[in-house]
């Protein structure tokens, strides 16, 4: 067995207080990204996306290097670690984010959540190629009850849907958005195994994300404008702090814990509570099926739970 798959099948610390941290972390982290949905359509209006990303992951990013500096951690990185690092930064904040809006153009969010719920199974194909990592059945089977989940809560908008050239175009997208998320996990992955401390390699990764994004957005014209609107401003802080900072941290540490897998499983628990959200300030109305993906989903979680360290 290689360093690397040795690295990816340990297994994580099992203890009561262990397991409630663990327990913590995906529920701060879904609380955090399932109330993003509503915050993302806050910033629509004045800023084009592309610039509001890049306010996002700039102060983002600024503020994990100020956590550094205030727990004396050091942000200085080897090269293999700044490679990552980019990797990490291109593929997750520049990539994914930007194809996340612009499908978000042209299909429902109920559509584009169902992809990303397949986040999770997908890393299971990504770690196995790259690293050659052999994930038990469960966390296969509740990476699928995931998308099954999610699907099921999603069926009515989904169903209304019109697939046309635009709509599949989205689709594409989408998916395209969520390969990339994967190939940003191996890359968080090889950090690891560099010897990449979370906030510091997390902090470069959304400035070099952020940094990419400006080039683009310098290159195709956008207007560097700011929305001084207490919408726009709380809006920015809560996806700088809580959606990225906070959030991110603990998916890293997760990661780290309990394998790419069960951390990128956030991504179906948090069409619930996006759903919640989206119940009490746009009239979202569930139906049966809604509940009953609920249940899958979080059946899904559980498993993930108790399944050996998956990829």
Known sequence: MSAEQSATAATPDESPRTQWFDIAAIAVCTLAWGTTWF??????GVVDPVVSVVYRFALAAALLFAWCAIRGESIWLTRAQHLAAFGVGFSTFTINYTLVYWAEERVTSAVVAVLFAAMAFLNLVGFRI?????SPRLAWGA???????????????IASSNFGVGAMTGIGMTLAGVVAAVVGNVYARRGELAGAGIAASTGWAMAYGAAALAVFALATGKAWIF????????????????????AFLLYYMLA????????????????????????LFEDK??????????????????LLLRSKRTA
């Open 39 to 44: 915050a993302i359509t806050l910033q629509f």
């Open 130 to 134: 790259a690293f050659g990592t052999r």
């Open 143 to 157: 990476a699928s009850l995931g998308v099954a989940g999610v699907a099921l809560m999603s069926w009515e908008e």
């Open 227 to 246: 929305d001084p609107s207490w919408t726009y401003m709380l809006s920015l802080l809560h996806l700088a702090v809580n959606g990225s900072v906070v």
């Open 256 to 279: 780290r814990r309990r394998g790419y897998a069960t951390a990128s499983y956030i991504s179906a628990l948090t069409p619930p509570l996006a759903m919640l959200v989206s119940s």
């Open 285 to 302: 109305t569930w139906g049966m099926l809604a509940f009953g993906g609920v249940g899958l989903v979080l059946i899904g979680q559980v």
